[in-house]
């Protein structure tokens, strides 16, 4: 068999994340043309864009104890399933409340499609691979937006186009299926999936030697928010790095980035949709260029750099936005002349306020020419922090997550700590358009960006470097890890590189 009995797993993670990318960006597209046909308010936009997370945070509850008692290949095989379903009610949708049910299946499955291949893979593959594998995931995620936002564009201007986008979700997760029966039930080591590999030999004692510890010690849900071994740490660094990664304000510059570039001078519905497609070009390179990095430059260095780019990005877009408003007249239910494809008038769900010459004429519906001078360099900020994300949070965080918990409690660690992604995704989705209504998108953007810089500061005192290192390893070295003291922070100045696992002290003679 040989090394090549990874390849399946792989390709299983990889369409997982095909189809996981490709339910997160489908909804950018499709919500101007649901908002016309079934007349939907603000509050009902967002509920049909976030009844996604709902579901997503629902299986994160239960996702753990269905990872770790049921096996990897029955979580995946049931999250294939439960998405089938629901992409057939979300094409076949007559109602507002079929599209939020069909939402709500999709959502839950997504959550632990995405738990399951991610643990699966990390537990596949030998440490020196294990960071390009694991992130072959989230380069299917951005496959999937970038395929996402290309059918937007293809059926915009399509009678009933939003039933073709929600039903080709079906062709990927009919190939996931497929290849999901071959695997094993329950998660094994390459022991038992390559006994005659010796190039595989480094994953085979990886996984025999994560099998030695869980043998000696058994860890149970409780053991997170307990000093011993550390596992309080661990849990805060996991929870860190989701909520620092959902409330620098990336899942609205997906669910809503047709919409945000209409808000900034892209003035037809086809233009808005195009320039969101260059966003899906460009976070395929940048998540192209992380699973090549991975594993040379490590992941502490790609999430600094990635978290200081975001920063720098956001704020940059905070101030050439300055002069963009939401217009919550145009957020509400409008009547659609024919019910047929949208039209470019009634279909403008946001408007620009002209604060300069136009200060007075609040209802003239053209762009003002202070936003449209500025958008085309709105979008290379917004690529640049799609770019940044994409190498750092993007598979960074999921990396992370599937090597610094035991083997025996990692299903039900990932679970926990993805339970607070979906919430802090489900609050900064849910709330964005009330928010931008409130303080403005240049308000918003500010706010992400300060966000990013306090994302930094963390990751830089907190996060440990794992690449190189087998499971086994690390979790022996996370044992012995600490939060910094007082004294670690009157030395971030005089620190020319970052150290590993261990804190040197002030009174250390060596410093």
């Known amino acids: 068999m040989g090394c090549s009995v990874l390849v399946l797993p792989t390709a299983v993670s990889t369409l997982g994340g095909l189809v996981f990318g490709y339910e997160l960006g489908i909804i950018s597209g499709a919500l101007m043309q649901l908002q016309a046909q079934f007349h939907l308010s603000c509050v009902q936009q967002e509920t049909v864009v976030s009844a996604l997370l709902i579901g997503a945070v629902l ?176 849990t805060i660094i996991g929870l860190g790095l989701v909520l620092f990664q959902q409330f620098t304000g990336q899942p609205n510059l997906l669910f809503y980035a047709s919409t945000i570039f209409r808000s900034v001078g892209f003035r037809d519905y086809a233009s808005a949709v195009l320039a969101s497609v260059g966003l899906g070009i460009v976070k395929v390179i940048s998540t192209s260029v992380a699973m090549l990095c991975a594993d040379k430059a490590g992941r502490r260095l790609l999430l600094i750099s990635g978290c200081s780019v975001m920063a720098v990005g956001l704020i940059f877009i905070g101030f050439l936005s300055r002069n963009s408003l939401f217009d919550t007249r145009h957020c509400s239910s409008e009547t659609h002349p024919n019910d047929t494809i949208l039209s470019e008038n009634l279909t403008e769900l946001v408007k620009i306020r002209n604060d300069t010459s136009h200060a007075g ?81 240049s308000g918003a953007f500010f706010i992400y960006g300060v966000v990013a810089v306090a994302a930094v500061v963390f990751i830089y005192f907190l996060l440990p470097e794992t690449k190189g290192k087998s499971l086994h390893d690390i979790d022996k070295e996370l044992c012995e890890r600490r939060f ?28």
Request: positive net charge; contains cysteine; proline residues 4%.
């Open 484 to 511: 910094p003291q007082r004294e670690d922070f009157c030395r971030i100045f005089r620190r020319h590189h970052s150290p590993g696992y261990q804190r040197v002290s002030c009174g250390d003679s060596s410093v």
């Open 59 to 234: 299986a994160s509850v239960i996702g753990g104890w269905l990872i770790d008692h049921h096996g990897r290949r029955t979580s995946i095989l049931l999250s294939n399933l439960l998405i089938l379903g629901g992409s057939l009610i979300l094409s076949c949708s007559g109602s507002f409340l079929m599209l939020v049910i069909g939402r709500l299946l999709v959502g839950f499955a997504m959550s632990i499609s995405s738990m399951s291949c991610c643990i699966f893979v990390s537990e596949m593959v030998p440490s020196y691979r294990r960071g390009l594998m694991v992130t072959l995931y989230e380069a299917g995620v951005t496959v999937g937006i970038l395929l996402a936002y290309a059918v937007n564009y293809i059926l915009s201007g399509a009678q009933g186009g939003w039933r073709y986008m929600f039903g080709f979700a079906i062709a990927p997760c009919l190939a996931q299926l497929a290849s999901v029966w071959v695997l094993p039930s329950r998660h094994v080591s390459l022991v038992q999936l390559t006994p005659e590999s010796q190039s595989c030999s480094d994953g085979a004692e990886e996984g025999t030697s994560s099998q030695e510890l869980t043998e000696k010690k058994r860890y149970t849900i409780l053991h997170l928010f307990q000093r011993e071994d550390n596992m309080r740490t661990r």
């Open 361 to 441: 004429c609040s209802d003239v519906p053209a762009a003002p020419r202070a936003a449209g001078n500025f958008n085309w360099l709105i979008l290379i900020c917004m690529m640049s922090v799609v770019s940044a994300f994409s190498v750092g949070f993007g598979p960074m965080t999921w990396l992370v997550l599937s090597e610094i918990f035991p083997a025996d409690v990692r299903g039900r660690a990932f679970a926990f700590t993805n339970c607070f992604n979906w919430v802090a995704n489900l609050i900064v989705t849910f709330s964005f358009l009330s928010v931008i209504d409130v303080i403005g998108l």
